[in-house]
Nanobody, 118 residues
Framework: QVQLVESGGGLVQPGGSLSVSCVAS????????MRWYRQAPGKERELVAS????????NYADAVKGRFTISRDNAKNAVYLQMNSLKPEDTAIYYC???????????WGQGTQVTVSS
């Protein structure tokens, strides 16, 4: 019943931009903070960005700060990640994640592949 569906991944050249989306269903979206994680080949999954339930608080990993922007639209049960000035190091599967701070419920999407290459 709970579902997080990512879309928008693809191939982009270094320095380019890409936006990925995640649409949620099956839970009360407005009570969950949202996060984007990524996992590159041969590396551990890492937190990229997070946004509070109301959208009032945003945090970013140092590696993407100033280049990526996370946002959400509670009316659409969606969270987005705008990625600019992409680097080959950004190549990874990007996963949408929902978490309930109080009860620590966590849900994961299936991921969308982002490849940055010339």
């Amino acid at each position: 019943q709970v579902q997080l569906v990512e879309s928008g991944g693809g191939l982009v050249q270094p320095g380019g931009s890409l936006s990925v989306s995640c649409v949620a269903s099956g839970f009360t979206f407005t009570t969950y903070a949202m996060r984007w994680y990524r996992q590159a080949p041969g590396k551990e999954r890492e937190l990229v960005a997070s946004i509070s339930a109301t959208g009032g608080r945003r945090n970013y990993a140092d590696a993407v700060k100033g280049r990526f922007t996370i946002s959400r639209d509670n009316a659409k049960n969606a969270v987005y990640l705008q990625m600019n000035s992409l680097k080959p190091e950004d190549t990874a599967i990007y996963y949408c994640n929902a978490y309930h701070v109080i009860f620590e419920y966590v849900y994961w999407g299936q991921g969308t592949q982002v490849t940055v290459s010339s």
